[in-house]
């Protein structure tokens, strides 16, 4: 079992910067890996990026790569979203997730271990 608790989500006026933390505790392996989503009201959950746990290969949606940067800090077992350029679009619940395999999955059902998830709001 894995355990996920995030962290770091508020309000911020559009252009202004988040960074969203998860950490991470229980059963890991050196094919684990953690991602971010988001879902909005009324819209399907979305992936933002991932990271592996072994080699920080990171993964991203197109249209997040260069405003969103995830990165994780191994002596605490904690992956971090840093958002920039937010936009009123960016407002959505953030989930972290965990999974393991050969493969980081972009689909949020087939990630099985979810945190609480956390309220990021853009808005002046």
């Known amino acids: 079992q894995v355990q996920l608790v995030e962290s770091g989500g508020g309000l911020v006026q559009p252009g202004g910067s988040l960074r969203l933390s998860c950490a991470a505790s229980g059963r890991t392996s050196s094919r684990f890996y953690m991602g971010w989503f988001r879902q909005a009201p009324g819209k399907e959950r979305e992936f933002v990026a991932a990271?592996?746990?072994?080699?920080?290969?990171?993964y991203y949606t197109d249209s997040m790569k260069g405003r969103f940067t995830i990165s994780r800090e191994n002596a605490k077992n904690t992956v971090y979203l840093q958002m920039n350029s937010l936009k009123s679009e960016d407002t959505a619940v953030y989930y972290c997730a965990a999974s393991s395999g050969r493969t980081v999955v972009q689909t949020w059902h087939d990630y099985p271990y979810w945190g609480q998830g956390t309220q990021v709001t853009v808005s002046s």
């Open positions: 990271i592996t746990w072994s080699d920080s290969r990171t």
